[in-house]
């Protein structure tokens, strides 16, 4: 288990930034603690490190799901994420129109209004 969180930080680290994880990780409360320790384990270190889909890819899903399930403060965290992993600006623009049509146009509208911000952050 402990190669999992070792294999999860790094993972964690290189898709989300290490200013986004150090911020996560001085937030560790007694209440958090274990739930940072699952996603660290389990979502870094047992799926994103499958050989099944690269980086590159599993961020165009999660930025989808996240347009989906209207989740923007993280769909903001993965959109960086995806750029870290090679997604173009228009490759993302790509996912936003597709996830319009099927996640309907006020999911889509607000997506693009992250993105829009996430995008003049980092000019």
């Not at 599993?58 to 750029?83: D, K, P, Q, Y």
């Amino acid at each position: 288990m402990a190669d999992e969180k070792h294999k999860g930080m790094a993972v964690r680290r290189a898709v989300l930034g290490d200013a986004y994880v150090d911020r996560a990780e001085a937030s560790r409360t007694p209440l958090n603690d274990e739930f940072q320790d699952l996603i660290t384990r389990y979502a870094w270190g047992e799926i994103w490190t499958r050989p099944g889909l690269d980086r590159r890819t599993r961020s165009c899903v999660t930025v989808a799901m996240l347009v989906a399930l209207n989740r923007n403060e993280e769909l903001a965290t993965h959109i960086r994420g995806a750029f870290r992993n090679g997604v173009t600006a228009d490759e993302l623009k790509e996912i936003l129109l597709q996830t319009t049509i099927y996640c309907g146009v006020p999911a889509g509208n607000t997506a693009f209004g992250v993105a829009a911000r996430v995008l003049a952050e980092a000019e």
